[in-house]
């Protein structure tokens, strides 16, 4: 049986209602109007008299519309004023929905291929430093490699910019030659694979940056074949007090001095690239606790702390590149939980049980393999990757992890949508 | 013009509010319960749905896996790559739980909270270490794994409405924890 469509139903007893009462209480208040005013003198009665006569002719029409078809104009004007007036409220909605179809859109992250064939390392000393060893001169050492092919026509775009007090700072520093070593250029002709390049230079930063974090980017692009392709790293300086969005705190026990230095110190590298520093400190501070056991450190997202403890060894704070680890793994837990759109691209791009096309989880991490550690180590072998590849502490068995080798879909997910 | 809205005014009121009750119902459409978080998901109903009325609906077709008591049966879902799980229990001879995955945007943490009140119980699964927990809500039948501060939602699950907890965690939730796990 077919059912009737509720909202024909409920529209057509509506104006069924509507026009009945309507017609009702129009007819009775004309004729008492009429009935009150026939014997009137006055312009302004007369004027009430047509107005009224008026309307009786209007409630007439209505009458005609309800004895069906017989004045097809009337019925052609019902119609098309009544779409008329659907389509303005259609556009009404349409228009701002549009807007916000294109909101959600912004949130949609693309998901795509990285360069496989263009390395590019920075590395600055020192990489952190007291505001009283300022005015003072930073050495920065640039290797690019070709990787698979021959890379021609590369372009180098090297960018500084400083954050302090919250806001963001660009500047073009001055950069002095270091001795033997080739001052980067802006362009080079050809980079052959296993011939990587070598480049170098100083700057001064004065006393103007003070607790202040200072980025450096470079972007590398060049050509393979008839392709362009792209690629980028940064190194950062910490300088002062600056900490990011990370602040210590001393409600379990107590850090010192030169154990917040080698904090800071990592927490530069990790805050170096500008994308993942402005999504990691999206909201609010991260709140750093020493606690003297020897157990794992550990993150607690939802409250924005992590928890640096002295390892299951014992040996955290014996090695900068343990604590760079450690840090980064715990920081990419607060990273998806105030992330989470990222984080479920991550989940429907890497580990899909029904594509039977899934990345294994990372080998390197040593205890349950979730979904939820796999994001962090993800983040940390990166970071790793980047700061001290091949560091054996990040491995599986004797074979330390190269991101992009190793996990190829982990790594273009790190340099498309985190870093 | 003026002489035809003077003639008609009474008509073009009529359709007016013709337009506006349209809409109204066409907005009371749009922000009704959407059909997907009742318990009775695409006309299949948890503990109720028997194999001969399952078949009807995905057809004949072997499970994906078998778990347990359960064979596990996929249905398509608008997420191309990630098809609905229907667990389908071989000693209650009826469909137990349904998991949807990655569901509408339009669904997200604080419609549930809006529908169905505050969840019965939090469990913590595998996604806790970035901030999602599974909420209960055992009356309705439905689970969320959801991140409460982002509002997003990984999957959806329907199970027959009014069991226990114990049931609950016994029959669907053996990998999931009372309380957080720490995440090292």
């Known amino acids: ?419 | 013009m003026r002489v035809f809205f003077k003639k008609y005014w009474f008509l073009i009121f009529l359709s007016f509010l013709a337009t506006i009750l349209a809409f109204l119902k066409l907005l009371l459409h749009f922000t009704s319960i959407p059909e997907t978080t009742k318990n009775t998901w695409n006309n299949i109903s948890p503990g109720l749905t028997t194999k001969a009325d399952l078949e009807k609906i995905i057809g004949k077709s072997t499970p994906w896996k078998q778990e347990g008591d359960f064979s596990i049966f996929l249905y398509p879902s608008e997420n191309q790559n990630w098809p609905t799980e229907i667990y389908f229990s071989q000693k209650a001879k009826k469909v137990e739980l349904i998991k949807e995955y990655f569901p509408k945007e339009n669904k997200n943490y604080q419609n549930f909270i809006n529908l169905y009140g505050q969840p019965d119980k939090e469990l913590f699964g595998p996604h806790q270490g970035a901030g999602f927990s599974v909420f209960v809500f055992l009356k309705r039948g439905v689970a969320i794994v959801a991140n409460p501060e982002s509002g997003l939602i990984l999957e959806v699950w329907y199970f027959p409405p009014n069991i226990s907890l114990g049931d609950f965690i016994e029959k669907f939730g053996q990998n999931l924890q009372q309380a957080p796990e720490v995440k090292f």
């Open chain 1, 1 to 419: 049986m077919a059912e009737e469509n509720p909202i024909n139903s409920s529209l057509g007893s509506a104006l069924q209602t509507v026009g009945e009462a309507g017609k009702f209480a129009l007819k009775k208040g004309i004729d008492a109007g009429l009935a009150a005013l026939s014997g009137g003198t006055s312009e302004a009665i007369q004027l009430g008299v047509r107005a009224l006569k008026g309307l009786k002719k209007a409630s007439e029409a209505v009458g005609a519309v309800r004895q069906g078809a017989d004045d097809k104009t009337t019925l052609f004007l019902i119609i098309g004023f009544g779409a008329l007036f659907f389509l303005i409220v259609v556009l009404i909605i349409i228009i701002p929905a549009a807007f916000v179809a294109k909101s959600v859109e912004k949130l949609k992250i693309p998901f795509a291929g990285g360069s496989e064939y263009l390395a590019v390392s920075k590395v600055v000393t020192p990489s952190n430093i007291e505001n009283r060893d300022l005015p003072r001169e930073f050495t920065y050492t640039i290797a690019i490699s070709a990787i698979k092919e021959n890379i021609t026509n590369v372009e180098i775009t090297d960018s500084f910019k400083y954050y302090k007090g919250g806001n963001q700072y660009p500047f073009v520093p001055t950069k002095k030659e270091v001795q033997g070593v080739e001052m980067l250029p802006e362009k080079i002709d050809k980079i052959k694979v296993g011939e990587p390049k070598i480049y170098g230079y100083k700057i001064t930063l004065d006393t103007s940056f003070k607790d202040s974090l200072v980025v450096n980017e470079i972007k590398v692009k060049g050509n393979i074949g008839p392709f362009k392709k792209e690629t980028k790293t940064y190194a950062a300086i910490t300088i002062g007090s600056t900490s990011g969005c990370f602040s210590f705190s001393d409600s379990k026990d107590q850090w010192s001095d030169s154990e917040k230095s080698q904090v800071m110190e990592a927490v530069s590298k990790i805050l170096s690239s500008p994308r993942y520093s402005q999504n990691l400190c999206q909201r609010g501070t991260i709140e750093l606790i020493r606690e003297r056991v020897n157990d794992y450190a550990h993150a607690d997202s939802r409250n924005s702390k992590i928890y640096l403890t002295n390892g299951s060894s014992g040996g955290t704070f014996n090695s900068q590149e343990v604590i760079l680890y450690t840090l980064s793994h715990e920081s990419g837990h607060i990273f998806a939980n105030r992330n989470s759109y990222i984080y479920n691209e991550f989940l429907r791009n890497l580990f899909n049980p029904f594509s039977g096309k899934q990345e294994d989880y990372i080998c390197s991490y040593p205890l349950g393999k979730t979904p939820d550690e796999d994001f962090p180590e993800t983040i940390a072998v990166f970071i790793m990757n980047s700061f001290y590849p091949n560091y054996p502490y990040v491995h599986c068995g004797n074979k330390s992890i190269d991101l992009q080798t190793d996990y190829p879909k982990h790594y273009n997910f790190c340099i498309n949508n985190i870093f």
